[in-house]
T-cell receptor, first 116, second 111 residues
Framework: AQKVTQAQTEISVVEKEDVTLDCVYE???????LFWYKQPPSGELVFLIR??????QNEISGRYSWNFQKSTSSFNFTITASQVVDSAVYFC?????????????FGQGTTLQVKP | SQTIHQWPATLVQPVGSPLSLECTVE??????LYWYRQAAGRGLQLLFY??????ISSEVPQNLSASRPQDRQFILSSKKLLLSDSGFYLC??????????FGPGTRLTVL
């Protein structure tokens, strides 16, 4: 069965520290997609990244980077030099191609607090 | 560009009252549409999705129903609200195997 686990419920760091948010997924599908979303206090989910199961290249976008490892079924998210504006709930999600519906299976989320 | 609207933004309803939340999408045709619920301090649970007009799939048995009367309109309803229906309701649109884009959400409190 498909499942996404974000074991870290809450993380607190001081500004400028690096922080890694963990995401572990389970799926039997060979073609799938992984996502990260940010949910600021306003509540709206903001899309950050999409990665398909055939592309294990790590990605960097400014202070954000993602490490996708199929061998460990993980898709971790690192924020370098964190800022107060990074404070939010972050969700990892999985979509299986076989479902043909685009349904997202979300992890429980990690609340990140960046203190000044 | 695509835009997704949800209303109302907040809603306080008594137990047993009806519910109607509306979601509309602009700037795209024949999108897949989704309703999610987020209980306080928890993750998102998919409630319904629709791949076309009049086509609704329910993910979990519950007190709610959904309808898609037009291509870019998705409605979440209930005939009688329960306390457990309280939460943050998010509508999203997307294309299969691509990211979903979320609306601003509706905070529902059932008293």
């Amino acid at each position: 069965a498909q499942k996404v686990t974000q074991a870290q419920t809450e993380i607190s760091v001081v500004e400028k520290e690096d922080v890694t948010l963990d995401c572990v997924y389970e799926t039997r599908d060979t073609t799938y997609y992984l996502f990260w979303y940010k949910q600021p206090p306003s509540g709206e989910l903001v899309f950050l990244i999409r990665r398909n199961s055939f592309d294990e290249q790590n990605e960097i976008s400014g202070r954000y980077s993602w490490n996708f490892q199929k061998s460990t079924s993980s898709f971790n998210f690192t924020i370098t030099a964190s800022q107060v504006v990074d404070s939010a709930v972050y969700f990892c999600a999985l979509s299986e191609a076989a479902s043909n519906t685009g349904k997202l299976i979300f992890g429980q989320g990690t609340t990140l607090q960046v203190k000044p | 560009s695509q835009t997704i609207h949800q209303w109302p933004a907040t809603l306080v309803q008594p137990v047993g009252s009806p519910l109607s939340l509306e979601c509309t999408v602009e700037g795209t045709s024949n999108p897949n549409l989704y309703w999610y619920r987020q209980a306080a301090g928890r993750g998102l649970q998919l409630l319904f999705y629709s791949v076309g007009i009049g086509q609704i799939s329910s993910e979990v048995p519950q007190n709610l129903s959904a309808s898609r009367p037009q291509d870019r309109q998705f409605i979440l309803s209930s005939k009688k609200l329960l306390l457990s229906d309280s939460g943050f309701y998010l509508c999203a649109w997307g294309l299969v195997n691509n990211e979903q884009f979320f609306g601003p959400g509706t905070r529902l409190t059932v008293l």
